[in-house]
């Protein structure tokens, strides 16, 4: 019991947000009586919070050394005047523009790092400035304007959803998608392997394991969230393109963080910047490479949130920065740096995200939807302070 208890406290981070991410989808799938688990509104919990998604992916690796990106709302707004520029005055093609639009957040991220990590310009104020500097030339790119509408080729990014070769299947009253039941299933057969696996492989090395029965209860809990959504977004219209798209960039950006050695140096960062270099990780290049990504992340942002209002207008991306920041830590990232997971940013992403839909539904003002978030960071920073006091005393 004691062996339990302590291999609970060691990922406390990572099981408290997602039993709060739980708790709070059936709280208010009771307050609403039912209607928050509605397809319609699943799918529609996804598609307005995939830009937010796409930011917390990037801005954790930020937040892994201690840092943060303040400029991707204002890249956000720069990103999608461009795209109105290309693809509505000037009649571009959707796929070159899109191009053309993921280089220009690959300059601008560069122009961000070159200062960060060759000038030693601090990361907050370089990003800052760029919150200004992005900000104001896309409003003189918009000139005020709104450009609309783009081409419908764009617009699928955000609005499409992945096509059924096998024509759908009827049971009852319900059609069923089923190239999504198929995706769905597969990917739970996925995890349920890549966990034995685990499993395997932590006992061969004598690490210590959660007892059977909690790691098999772990396992069916996972699977069985995931069957569900997949019977949801399958009698809907299926998983949207956005879906699979967050699906790839999440499993790509876990994988380096964790597997490669890319990934260890930017935590080795994190964790003791002097240690790092004296260990001979290449701090200028991983922070030059870490702030180029993250612009690159937020002109895919940018397209998204733009397909998805089909529209590209002066105020796009005001404090989507602040919605990326607080997905990581209500994610379990350390205010520190080094400590921190792809999975859980995405997970703190989708709390903020639940939280928004389902006050909206039962009828919260924005005013005190704002106040609330802000209570929960607070919390999350709180609570991420404590357990580190807790964990210095018992060490």
């Known amino acids: 019991m004691s062996g339990l208890i302590a291999i609970l406290k060691k990922n406390v981070r990572q099981y408290m947000m997602v039993i709060a991410l739980a708790v709070a989808m059936v709280a208010f799938g009771l307050l609403t009586d039912g209607i928050f688990f509605r397809p319609v509104n699943l799918t529609n919990l996804v598609l307005q919070n995939s830009y937010v998604l796409i930011l917390a992916v990037g801005m954790l690796l930020c937040t892994l050394t201690g840092n943060v990106d303040l400029s991707v709302g204002s890249i956000v707004c720069f990103i999608g005047a461009l795209c109105g520029v290309m693809m509505v005055d000037l009649q571009w093609n959707p796929y070159v523009a899109m191009l053309v639009a993921l280089l ?27 919150m200004l500097i992005f900000r104001g030339l896309g409003q003189v790119i918009m000139k005020g304007q709104t450009k609309a509408p783009f081409p419908k080729e764009f617009q699928l990014i955000s609005s499409g959803y992945i096509p059924d070769p096998f024509g759908g299947m009827a049971v009852g009253k319900l059609n069923f998608h089923v190239f999504t039941l198929l995706i769905g299933f597969i990917i739970v057969a996925l995890i349920i392997f890549s966990e034995i696996q685990k499993r395997n492989k932590q006992k061969k090395y004598d690490f210590d394991i959660l007892p059977a029965g909690v790691w098999l209860a ?160 607070l919390a999350a920073v709180a609570f991420d302070l404590y357990s580190k006091s807790r964990s210095s005393k018992v060490a």
Not at 109 to 128: D, E, K
Not at 365 to 372: F, L, V, Y
Request: charged share 10%.
């Open 218 to 377: 772990k396992v069916i809990f996972i699977a069985t969230v995931l069957v569900a959504f997949t019977l949801v977004f399958a009698v809907y219209k299926g998983f949207p393109n956005i879906l699979i798209l967050l699906g790839i960039l999440v499993i790509g950006y876990q994988f380096v963080a964790s597997k490669t050695v890319q990934g260890r140096h930017i935590y080795a960062l994190g964790g003791n910047r002097k240690a790092a270099e004296l260990s001979g990780v290449k701090v200028r290049w991983v922070m030059f490479w870490i702030y180029t990504n993250m612009a690159i992340l937020a002109a895919v942002a940018a397209m998204v949130f733009t397909a998805r209002l089909n529209s590209a207008t002066p105020k796009a991306g005001q404090n989507f920065e602040m919605d990326a920041i607080a997905a990581c830590y209500v994610g379990g990232s350390a205010v520190s740096g080094g400590v921190g997971t792809i999975i859980g940013a995405v997970v703190g992403g989708l709390f903020i995200g639940v939280l928004n839909n389902g006050m909206s539904i039962i009828g919260i003002s924005t005013d005190w939807q704002q106040a609330i978030k802000g209570f929960v960071l």
């Open 104 to 130: 220009v957040g690959a300059l601008i991220g560069m122009w961000q790092g070159f200062w960060i990590a060759f000038v030693n310009v601090p990361p907050f104020i370089a990003t800052l400035a760029g």
